[in-house]
């Protein structure tokens, strides 16, 4: 007998399991089909960002920024430590606690939600509302039927085609995060957000970490003060070895791991490591989706074409996070996951692009939300500046934490916030203030007449925006 339920997901990553969760508030029978498998072979929720991304690399980048603390930073607070080590098995052992319990905390919340879980894959096989979807796991394949469907099937990383992933030598994020041991050199195609988070882990741990890039400059879609206070300190400070305007050649593998041929400004170049990460960007996952079963349109790019409210062109069919248009990132996904649900409950929501938070857990962190400075100028928008580093703020000094800045820019005529570029340890955290400024159309002014605690890192985003009015009280 077929099973028919009020909305199927498909993909029980950030964006499937909250539109899930969300559509079973609602009260709809829901149900959502996945068929993630863990490295033991078992069924886990949380696709990609939980299994394999997001969580698993933040995990490692404490780990890593405790040991460097401890080998040298601790000694300036009068603490000596002798004879330090990094067990590298413990810390992944510590991640993968960290990964299960919030796998078990998705299947927790579909049990509370009522949600069902369909462990496979999941594809659609015919049908206009309802529509038919086959599930394929384990056991014999089932079909299911639902009035509403949301996709929410993910990413997958890029691969070069002339050089073959195994995630034991040659490796995606996937391998990256699973190193039992510290290569003593490390390579990473790819000086992006998770080349530079998983290479600076490796760095931390003794690795000697080089960066192949293809692009002539460095962090091109942070603002220009942000990613040149980033290179100095990852490059002079860290030493990270990032190349750019790499072109890959040759990939070879020997007995003694892997031989890149490249060539930059300089010419042919050669470089060896023990490993190799390939972090070159991720795609949309829509290929076994059972597209032309249904009609549905995909891009040339493997996007499925979505409206602003993520309808598909068929009726009743949506698509949310890394499938669509729009910056892959899981708390964009997860917001349109919640207003997919909303509207098929007629009610009113909305997603905007222009005010998603983007982030890199480095140490220092990048956080920004809006414009850039170099975006502002090429639309030709008038503008202005304020910035505030933390090298004078007392938390910030407190916590020998005193590299970068905020930057606030503002509508030279109206004062509005049209973009927030913070460079610091906690730029993660100070982000949000900015988002919600950005969300109420606030002004400048309103954030610099907002009391921030002291001390507290916060005051430097009060200080920047001051600046902006050319009444900074501390700079």
Known sequence: MTQTYDVVIIGAGPAGYVAAIRAAQLGFSTACIDNWKNDKGDYALGGTCLNVGCIPSKALLESSENYERVLQKFSAHGISVKG?????????????KIVAQLVNGIDFLFKKNKVTWLKG????????GPYRLEVKGDGAAQTVEAQHVIIATGSIARHLSEVPVDNEVVCDNVGALAFRTVPPRLGVIGAGVIGLELGSVWRRLGSKVTLLEALPDFLGACDKAVSKEAWKIFTKTQGLDIRLDVKIGKVTRDAKGVRVEYKDSGGGQLLECDKLVVSIGRI????????????????????IDVDAHCRTNLPGVYAVGDVVRGPMLAHKGMDEGVMVAEHIASQAGHVDLDVIPWVIYTAPEIAWVGKTEQQLQAEDIAYRVGQAPFAANGRALGQDETEGFVKVLADAKTDRVLGVHIICSHASELIAEAVMAMEFRASAEDIARICHAHP?????MHEASLAVGKRALHL
């Open 84 to 96: 330090a080590e990094m067990d590298v098995r413990k810390m992944q052992a510590r991640k993968e």
């Open 456 to 460: 507290s890192l916060a005051e430097v």
């Open 284 to 303: 949309p996952n829509t290929k076994g989706l059972g597209a032309d079963a249904v009609g549905l349109k995909i891009g040339e790019r493997g996007f």
């Open 121 to 128: 894959h999941g594809s659609f096989v015919g049908g206009a």
